[in-house]
């Protein structure tokens, strides 16, 4: 699925801090901004982030 706009957002479950990816679409492609629709493109614990994190980091250095 291609979004419109990623955004980050942290919050705890069951006492663990998460970084969740939520990734909003437009339902037709007429739809304005407003009627995005929001959908959790992932949600993962620090230690998965940070993995995430030093993987996109090796990935966008092999761009360069």
Do not use: C
Not at 27 to 37: G, I, T, V
């Amino acid at each position: 699925m291609q979004y419109d706009r990623i955004d980050l957002r942290v919050h705890e479950h069951n006492g663990e801090r998460r970084i969740e990816i939520d990734g909003y679409f437009r339902p037709h492609p007429e739809s304005k901004p407003p009627e995005y629709r929001r959908n959790v493109i992932v949600d993962l614990t620090e230690e998965q982030a940070q993995q995430l994190h030093d993987d996109l980091g090796e990935q966008l250095d092999a761009w360069e």
